[in-house]
């Protein structure tokens, strides 16, 4: 298996490619044409069989169509703001959104296997409804979308969010085995950095909010 982080910057979120006997990528950026650039000469767009977005985000979600063969998974609580083209008011508030289909929806304990790869889907509600984290136990691998970014920060609960679950589900991170962090927005970290994000996070959540 081989992951490669695309790192973005502005208001992009990143762009994972988890390779093995399939290719899934994990959140698609704010717009087709960026994503398709970012993607050049990591892997071509027809080999990918599945997208999976931690969450109904435009700008997790906007290069999407990019991928003709693949499959499109979102947890079952953030399909319809996918689905509706408003994407939990972000797309208004960026190129202005379109309604887009997915495949499956996924909920906790949903297993994505890859052949190679398995990735195990924790529900990790707060930042949107349906927002997920994905986790690759034999590489302690959490991919935490924008519930848990590095250093002990976490996304908005204003965009269809909620605090209180928010803080549940960082406190649930907290107590996992992260050995790399591939956050949806900002840098990758490992080693210590990386298992002391979750909990400072959830500390952090606790004490201001
Ligand atoms: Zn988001």
Not at 116 to 133: D, K, M, Q, R, Y
Not at 158 to 186: T, W
Request: glycine share 10%.
């Amino acid at each position: 298996m081989e992951i490669v982080p695309i790192i973005s910057r502005g208001y992009d979120s990143n762009v994972f490619v988890v390779i093995a006997e399939k290719v899934a990528v994990i959140d698609t950026g704010l717009s087709i044409s960026r994503l398709e650039q970012k993607l050049r000469g990591v892997i071509a767009p027809e080999r990918v069989d599945y997208v999976i977005n931690t969450h109904a985000h435009i700008d997790h979600c906007g290069g999407n169509p990019l991928f003709p063969n693949a499959r499109t998974l979102i947890h079952e609580l953030d399909a319809k703001a996918m689905s509706d083209g408003r994407f939990y008011g972000t797309a208004s508030l960026f190129s202005g959104g379109r309604s887009m289909n997915y495949h499956r929806v996924l909920k906790e304990g949903d297993v994505i296997d890859l052949g190679g790869a398995e990735l195990e889907v924790l529900h990790t509600p707060g930042h949107t409804p349906g927002s997920i984290c994905l986790y690759i136990a034999s590489e302690k691998a959490l991919f935490s979308g924008d519930t848990l970014f590095a250093g002990g920060s976490f996304g908005r609960s204003d965009l269809g969010g909620n605090m209180e679950q928010l803080k549940r589900s960082l406190r649930r991170l907290a107590a996992l085995e992260i050995e790399v962090l591939y956050p949806g927005h900002m840098e990758v970290v490992k080693g210590r950095e990386a298992r002391e994000s979750a909990r400072l996070a959830w500390e952090i959540a606790e004490e201001y909010y």
